[in-house]
């Protein structure tokens, strides 16, 4: 009897480069997701005492899970949670232009986002705390604070955050719809620098 002859076994083909690129983008999607979840386990299990206590930004147990995302969101929702602070904005220093550009805000309207969502280098080393902007004479030669007050904004408290030498890491800025003295909020943005000071450059 012949031999029964035998059908050759086709071969995988490869991949084509459209097929990997798809699957890189569908892993790294699985791979962003699963980063968002941990992301926000992680604030959940933190909110409550951001809330209550800004030195949370500063705390060993929190840095020590916070990457620069969780780091600057954890900074607005302590900003947030102050009686009185009707919007805040959080703004990092942008390399290599050095400006400072808005990377979590709260309150503030699109319009005002839109035209100052960056400004050149704070020339203030020091708080602003500006009871009226009507009244004040920082406000010239200020773009960004004639946008505020035009943005119902006419008291505002800015905080320069520095790392332990000095050198700049973003600001700070609480806004108020009323005028008059607002309490102080050193120890937010001192703990606010602290936890900014704390992440490494390479770090996202």
């Not at 990377?103 to 319009?111: F, S, V």
């Amino acid at each position: 009897m012949a031999p029964t002859a035998r059908r050759p076994t086709p071969q995988s083909r490869a991949p084509t480069s459209q097929q990997q690129a798809r699957l890189q983008r569908l892993q790294q999607g699985v791979i962003d997701a699963e980063l968002r979840a941990s992301r926000r386990a992680i604030l959940g299990s933190f909110r409550e005492r951001l809330r209550h206590n800004p030195a949370t930004l500063a705390a060993d147990d929190f840095l020590a899970l916070a990457d620069r995302s969780i780091v600057e969101t954890a900074i607005v929702i302590a900003a947030r949670s102050i009686t009185g602070v009707d919007a805040c904005a959080l703004r990092t220093c942008e390399a290599p232009t050095g400006k400072l550009r808005i990377t979590r805000q709260h309150g503030l309207p699109r319009a005002f986002l839109d035209r100052f969502a960056a400004i050149d280098l704070w020339p203030y080393p020091e708080p602003l705390l500006i009871d009226d902007l009507t009244t004040s004479p920082i406000r010239r030669g200020q773009p960004s604070l004639d946008g505020l007050l035009a943005a119902g904004f006419p008291a505002v408290q800015a905080y320069p955050l520095s790392d332990g030498h000095g050198a700049l890491l973003g600001l700070l800025s609480l806004h108020h719809r009323t005028t008059g003295a607002h309490p102080a909020q050193d120890q937010l943005a001192g703990a606010a620098a602290h936890a900014l000071g704390q992440l490494p450059a390479s770090r996202p």
